[in-house]
């Protein structure tokens, strides 16, 4: 009788042995953002430095440089004139400046950037454009990916 209880264990085991090699879903840094602790909206015009901490959402403009703690996403029809420096930065509107990202820069298919792009972590989604250089402290890789996710992208192959 023991040998049937050790046997139905090494059962039960087996697959926490082979969990190790399941593929754990990647997300986006976008994705774990509850709320944006700052907004500039559409139709704002923001002139100056902009200092701070937290998630900030641009959807009007800015003009100047930036130093944020935290995360920056410029939606689609916002502007940024100025240096900008963030953890996290995810473009889908226009840049005019240098971009430095402490972790992660994100490039979606409406962005226009012209100036330098540096991170650790540099994605460009198909169709986004951008005119300078590109520098990666650790000299990691940039990937570049076509979205699959949301309205409008295209579907994986089936």
């Keep these: ?21 399941q593929r754990v879903p990647r997300r986006r840094s976008t994705d774990k953002l509850k709320a944006f602790s700052t907004q500039i909206g559409i139709g704002i015009h923001f002139q100056g430095a902009l200092h ?3 998630s900030y959402l641009i959807q009007g403009e800015v003009i100047g440089d930036g130093d944020i703690e935290g995360t ?4 689609a029809g916002g502007n940024w004139k100025g240096d900008l420096t963030a953890d996290y ?14 972790s992660k820069i994100e490039l979606i298919s409406t962005s226009v950037v ?10 460009i989604e198909e169709g986004s454009t951008y ?7 650790r000299k990691t890789q940039v990937t570049r990916y076509t979205e699959r996710r949301g309205k409008g992208g295209p579907k994986p192959p089936s």
Excluded: C, H
């Design 89 to 102: 930065v995810q473009i889908a509107g226009r840049v005019e400046g240098d971009v430095v990202a402490r």
């Design 131 to 137: 005119q300078g250089t590109i520098n990666r402290p």
């Design 72 to 75: 920056v996403v410029l939606a």
């Design 1 to 21: 009788m023991p040998e049937r209880n050790q046997s139905a264990d090494a059962i039960v085991k087996l697959p926490k042995y082979f969990k190790k090699w």
């Design 52 to 54: 701070g901490a937290g």
């Design 114 to 123: 012209t100036g330098n792009l540096s991170a650790p972590l540099i994605a």
